[in-house]
């Protein structure tokens, strides 16, 4: 991954919240999973009605609506370029 690519998947982690997982969880890459799906398998609370859970560097973390699609349009732009 190139430094930018990085520095900007740091930025989104930073502007996360981390749900409280079991010690040592393993988690795996989630792209396929629905927001209920991914909620499900990591037994994570309840979302908000403008929050989002996502995994980003092997973490799940837990974003607002605005910061979730900036994540996505960092995943989007890493994947073209």
Known sequence: MCRRGHDALLLVNQMAQVPDLPAGAPIAPTAALTQD?????????????????????????????????????????????
């Open 37 to 81: 799906e991914l909620a499900s398998v990591y037994r994570l609370p309840q979302r908000g009605d403008d929050e989002n859970y996502a995994v980003v560097n092997g973490q799940v973390v837990r974003l607002n609506d605005r910061n979730y699609e900036l994540l996505q349009m960092i995943r989007v732009a890493r994947a073209i370029l």
